[in-house]
């Protein structure tokens, strides 16, 4: 047993830690939030400069071939410094996607491209009134000679005001199959709204877009399989490490201020009924953090982790949720204002907690693996 | 990062799984004493602790110059936890806080005299640090010992002394010097448990072990006797915690738990339904095994600071430890007695009980879990101290 980084990881930690103390301070955050587009272009250039966007993606495709242990490396990073960028929605689940059951073609146009961060692909998902399992995909997409027609309405497609393809999942004659789709395609409308956390959303009605059936990713009716995969394997962790970072530079924020605030002619830490709140936060954190690694480290040697990664997804992000929670009780009052950077956490940790499978959701995988195998 | 044991690390938990299967003994290795198998008085229990000395088990991290093996520590945390796993006794004070306090700070002739009986088995110890104004303010520990010619005349009491009625040696902590500064007036003892001036009386617990307190009047000490340095001994106590940190707090006992209520759970009906579609009690056992990994994650986390060798002991890892998984093995009690309902209030032993009471007798058992050994608001004030660099805070 041994937690220790390598040289190559620790590099790519302390580079990525580098970077966005440079380009992604929290102005930087606060200024794309509510942004329809709700990325700034230069943190972009210089994640895709540094071979972050392509940190997943194989060398052939002109990627860094990381696992995702180094990918949780990177979200923790990310996660501290509340970094808005499409990074998960294209360069881990959507090229993950493409690279689990896209055609070679598909492979050869996108991968690259997403690689060097000059394309970014977002997956619409969600959709009004319905869940996350499998049942909750209903948008219709008929088959008509050599196209789909597609009808329906998606929610919750992140950054899609930026994407250059989006990755739908529709209910085919076959089940659930995901589309490769161009948003400018006729019969499809984009609408920005604002979320909790200020990270962009849109819905996007379909009345009639037609697509190529060619725009299939993989078998007929193989959507869900392959989306819950990927999802599972290659994106709850790094969601989850970027929970623990957000968790992490909260209560340190929190811990500096604990030390210099004075009430009662004490320091706020000298006090234990914080002291002791901020004493268990931590050892959610530290503890969250080697469930991560752990998780991380198993599918990194190719063992299953059915199990684990929903586990890290959900103590990662209730622990995120949780300390925000805690963290504003600490700062008192001037948390509630603007002004401070609390409230940026304590908005981001509710929705990663919601988003990419909620609570129950998780749980379910968990208890599924536990109870019912 | 590796998750895994080294190849000769596996080798050694493969070896102590197989020795355990082969040696399986249902007298000594008890699952419904939780945790706490190795404070049984029994013949049986010392008569295994004799085969895992032949085994050459005790002391294996001790120097060879005293008959250790000077391997790492982190392969009696290898054997530590293949025991509480299998609900044996784990290795104990002896080879632990004890020994090896001798080692670094014994006379010749206590060396001599204690640390071939420790790796025999032949010795068993009671640790008397606790009084009844010294609990969390373990430093505030008044038992009085004077100077007097050839030794030491002891009078006091001692509080939650768990060995003491089967002990043949007691490891004691005493102020010589109460002029001094708290931490700098105490000095350890060791005094045969069978001394006349030595009154134990039985403080039955609400678990199955009773514990003790320990009056002592007159208790001659003859200088020899003084373990180290006069005005030492808190310095050694906090030493000799932090030596121990691979043994002090084994995480099986709580694993298994889980395990026992998952099986449970699996196969247990209610209204003609299987127990397990209930959504309540998925979300329930979700959470568990999650934080069952957790407490697993941070016991990693520890060890690996213990392995790191780089001087500074696994302090704040340990605290942390110690804090979230014995909260959580009470949880585990907890939520399992509810998931029984009424059916998990039927005592301990009787058929008529989900799993033989297990949970209603572990629900008693783990109540001190969170006091014992450092309270939880001890290792939060230990971890907001040394960890977040927070003030002082009592």
Same mark, same amino acid.
């Given at each position: ?373 | ?120 088995? +032949? ?53 010589? +010097? ?101 959504? +309540? ?69 009787? +058929? ?43």
């Amino acid at each position: 047993m041994d937690l220790q980084l390598d040289d190559e990881q620790r590099l790519i930690q302390d580079m990525t830690r580098g970077l966005l103390k440079e380009h992604c301070p929290r102005s930087v955050v606060r200024k794309a939030e509510d942004d329809a587009k709700g990325y700034p272009a230069g943190l972009w250039k210089q994640m895709a400069e540094a071979g972050l966007t392509g940190l997943l993606i194989p060398e052939s495709y002109g990627g860094g071939a990381q696992s995702v242990l180094e990918a949780a490396l990177v979200y923790e990073e990310l996660g501290r410094a509340l970094a808005p960028t499409p990074h998960f929605v294209s360069s881990v689940l959507s090229a993950g996607i493409l690279l689990a059951a896209g055609s070679d073609a598909q492979k050869n146009e996108w991968l690259p491209r997403i690689a060097r961060g000059d394309a970014i692909i977002t997956v619409a998902w969600l959709e009004p009134d319905r869940g996350y399992g499998p049942e909750g995909v209903k948008l219709a997409a008929k088959a008509e000679g050599a196209s789909f027609v597609l009808s329906g309405t998606k929610r919750h497609v992140n950054y899609a005001g930026a994407a250059d393809r989006l990755i739908v999942l529709a209910r085919t004659a076959a089940g659930i199959d995901l589309l490769l789709v161009d948003p400018s395609t006729p019969g499809l409308k984009l609408t920005h709204y604002l979320s909790a956390s200020g990270e962009p959303h849109y819905r996007i009605d379909f009345t009639g877009a037609r697509v190529p059936q060619s725009a299939r990713i993989g078998a007929a009716g193989s959507g869900w399989e392959t989306f819950s995969r990927v999802l599972t394997n290659d994106g709850l962790i790094p969601l989850a490490a970027y929970a623990i970072g957000g968790a992490a530079a909260c209560l340190e924020d929190t811990v500096e201020y604990a030390k210099v605030r004075k009430q009662f002619d004490k320091p706020l830490g000298a006090f234990q009924a914080l002291s002791h709140y901020m004493a268990d936060a931590s050892t959610r954190i530290d503890g969250g953090r080697v469930l991560v690694h752990e998780a991380a480290w198993n599918r990194a040697h190719g063992r299953s982790v059915a199990r684990f990664a929903p586990m890290a997804k959900l103590f990662a992000t209730n622990t995120y949720q949780d300390v925000t929670r805690t963290c504003a009780q600490i700062w008192g009052g001037v948390a509630f204002t603007i002004e401070y950077d609390t409230q940026l956490f304590f908005r981001r940790a509710k929705e990663l907690q919601l988003s990419w499978w909620d609570v129950p959701y998780l749980e379910e995988l968990v208890a599924a693996d536990v109870l019912d195998r | 990062m590796d998750f895994d044991f080294t190849p000769q690390e596996q080798k050694f938990a493969d070896e102590v799984e197989r020795w355990l299967v082969e040696n399986h003994d249902p007298v000594v290795m008890d699952p419904t004493r939780e945790n706490f198998t190795q404070l049984a008085d029994t013949p049986e229990r010392r008569a295994f602790m004799k085969k895992l000395a032949a085994k050459g088990w005790l002391g294996m991290s001790w120097p060879k110059e005293y008959g250790g093996q000077e391997i790492p520590g982190v392969y009696e945390y290898i054997l530590n936890e293949a025991l509480a796993r299998h609900a044996a006794p784990q290795i104990g004070k002896g080879v632990g806080i004890i020994g090896k306090t001798l080692i670094r700070h014994g006379s010749e002739k206590l060396k001599r005299e204690f640390l071939p009986k420790v790796l025999a088995a +032949d010795v068993e110890f009671a640790v008397g640090y606790s009084e009844p104004n010294a609990g969390s303010d373990a430093a505030n520990m008044q038992l009085k010992a004077d100077k007097v010619p050839g030794g030491w005349n002891l009078n006091g009491q001692k509080m939650w002394t768990t060995s003491a009625h089967f002990a043949d040696w007691y490891w004691v902590g005493a102020r010589t +010097d109460p002029d001094k500064p708290k931490h700098d007036g105490i000095s350890l003892f060791l005094i045969p448990m069978n001394h006349a001036g030595l009154e134990v009386q039985s403080l039955p617990t609400v678990g199955k072990d009773t514990t003790n307190q320990v009056f002592f009047k007159d208790v001659f000490v003859p200088d020899d006797y003084l373990v180290g340095k006069r005005g030492q001994g808190f310095q050694m106590i906090s030493e000799a915690l932090d030596l121990e940190r691979f043994t002090m707090f084994t995480l099986s006992p709580i694993a298994e738990r889980t395990k026992v209520l998952v099986g449970w759970a699996r196969t247990a009906q209610r209204d003609d339904k299987p127990v397990r579609e209930d959504r +309540d009690v998925r979300r329930v056992l979700a959470n568990i095994v999650t934080d069952t990994a957790v407490a697993k994650a941070l016991s990693t986390r520890f060890v690996c600071a213990a392995k790191a060798g780089s001087g500074k002991p696994p302090t704040v890892e340990s605290s942390q430890y110690k804090l979230f998984t014995t909260t959580l093995s009470q949880r585990v009690c907890d939520e399992a007695l509810d998931l029984m309902s009424v059916a998990g209030t039927i005592r301990e032993g009787q +058929d008529e009980a989900p799993l033989r009471g297990r949970f209603e007798g572990a629900y008693r058992a783990t109540m001190n879990e969170t006091v014992g050994g450092g309270g939880s608001e001890i290792q939060k004030n230990i971890i907001a101290r040394r960890h977040l660099g927070l003030p002082k805070n009592f």
